[in-house]
Nanobody, 124 residues
Framework: QVQLVESGGGLVQAGGSLRLSCAASNSGSIVSIVSMGWYRQAPGKQRELVASISSDSITNYADSVKGRFTISRDNAQNTVDLQMDSLKPEDTAVYYC????????????????WGQGTQVTVSS
């Protein structure tokens, strides 16, 4: 079972920066972590991918955050960070850490795991 603990987030003025961190505990190592990333959900909107990073450090960013956000990962520690710079009011949302793992048919576990979410509010 994979459990995620998020930290960071908060209130910042437009143009400011925040850093989100997520630590994944993979008890028993029954499954392997394939990719780690961050999603966000603003009020009244669907959850959307912000950025993801694979185990071999291939990154993927939403067009709206390219050039402003940077995702990084420590495979040994199973942590993923999201550095958010030049924040805009439209970045305001609840941000969720996401981990995708391999599937264990034997133990019936694996797939998508989510953090509890952390609020990011950008004031204009």
């Amino acid at each position: 079972q994979v459990q995620l603990v998020e930290s960071g987030g908060g209130l910042v003025q437009a143009g400011g920066s925040l850093r989100l961190s997520c630590a994944a505990s993979n008890s028993g190592s029954i499954v392997s972590i394939v990719s780690m990333g961050w999603y966000r959900q603003a009020p009244g909107k669907q959850r959307e991918l912000v950025a993801s990073i694979s185990s071999d450090s291939i990154t993927n960013y939403a067009d709206s955050v390219k050039g402003r956000f940077t995702i990084s990962r420590d495979n040994a520690q199973n942590t993923v960070d999201l550095q958010m710079d030049s924040l805009k009011p439209e970045d305001t949302a609840v941000y969720y850490c996401n981990v995708k793992t391999t599937i264990s048919v034997l133990y019936r576990t694996g797939g998508d795991f989510w953090g509890q979410g952390t609020q990011v509010t950008v004031s204009s």
